[in-house]
């Protein structure tokens, strides 16, 4: 084995890793505290990792703001808390503790860490289409397959798409986007060729695909396009653009994550793509050879992940909190001690199945087994 390029490969892999995690963990723990700071829930500790500190300051209201050796996740630790999770059943009575709070106060604290995380991913795109840019694919034909539904719709090497059934087509991806949207027989398609504009009307084919025992269909007219650099396109938007497209862009990936595990539950979609700490290692060291831009947007896709994950009702998780505050809210009354001890044993052991499963998931990616 060549030990300093493996030694280097780990340094590689492990420092984006790193500072992608310890961001994104950072400004989920800040909205747990900033909220419970404006609740008027005395913060004991502010951590990012576990284990011995490595360094730590108090500040003027007492916490202790520290960073650890096992740079793995983070948590903030309330004056009530006798564990770092604040588990009802582990708590001390304090007037300003967060278990002694309404329960609106301590949902708001609860959801403060995701929502923070959707945030941090908002200002990211925002910074990013500000001063890097939007890239777009142009709507430009650049390939057209024979006999395909473009060709025989009179398509030809070089229109550009304006219209698709009067919807505007202003990137390549909307194309493909707007003809299974509207799965019609037949799309009215405007483009420009030269310096004329010209109308067609494009007769899709639907074809049928067979992915994980169920039966899906796309619509294709055969053209390619985005292979020339100069149908290519990075332009820095306007700040309430840039606004506007990062909280879009925040948006889609929640509801694709979300549709993906809808897919997944029913059986018809592969686990395949579930991966964990090892393959965002992996794809955060690749990401980081082609610069810090892209890893600064990494770091949003990864945020709106946490964020959204963390919403999830298990136990041990912000989502967990926020169902018993529901349940509580519902009975008048919080759950007994034994329920909670039996739910949180669940959450834990589920939360550890998805970690081993994801790991797995993981190796298998890396061809390791």
Known sequence: MDFPNFFLNIFIYTIPFLFVLTVVVFFHELGH??????????VESFSIG??????????????????????LGGYVKFIDDLDPASSKEGTVDNENG?????????????????????????????????FYGKTTILPVVETIEENSPAMLGGLVIGDKFLTMNNIEVTEFNDIPRILNETNLDTINVTVLRSESIIDLKLTPLFRSY???????????????????????????????????????????????????????I???????????????????????KNGIYPLIHLTALLSVSIGLINL??????????????FIEALRG???????????????????????????????NFLNIF
């Open 33 to 42: 505290f900033l909220i419970a700071r404006f609740n008027k829930v005395d």
């Open 50 to 71: 576990f284990g011995k500190k490595i360094f730590s300051y108090i500040d003027k209201r007492g916490t202790e703001w520290k960073i650890c050796w096992i740079p």
């Open 98 to 130: 967060f278990h002694n709070k309404s329960i609106k106060a301590k949902s708001a604290i609860v959801s403060a860490g995701p929502i923070a995380n959707f945030i941090l991913a908002i200002i990211i795109f925002t910074f990013f289409y500000s």
């Open 210 to 264: 067979d992915k994980k025992d169920t039966t899906r269909t796309s619509a294709y007219i055969g053209i390619g396009g985005g292979g020339l650099q100069e149908n290519v396109i990075t332009k820095k938007l306007p700040i309430h653009k840039a606004l506007a497209q990062g909280a879009g862009d925040t948006y889609n990936i929640i509801n694709l994550s979300l549709g993906y595990l809808y897919r997944i």
């Open 266 to 288: 029913r059986g018809s979609e592969s686990t395949e793509h579930l991966g964990g700490p090892i393959r965002i290692a992996q794809i955060s060291g690749d990401v980081a």
């Open 312 to 325: 999830f009702p298990i136990p041990m998780l912000d989502g967990g909190h926020l169902l018993f505050y």
């Open 333 to 363: 009354k919080p759950l007994g001690d034994k329920a909670y001890e039996i739910f949180h044993k669940i959450g834990l052991s589920f939360i550890v199945f998805l970690m081993f499963f994801a790991i797995w998931n993981d190796l």
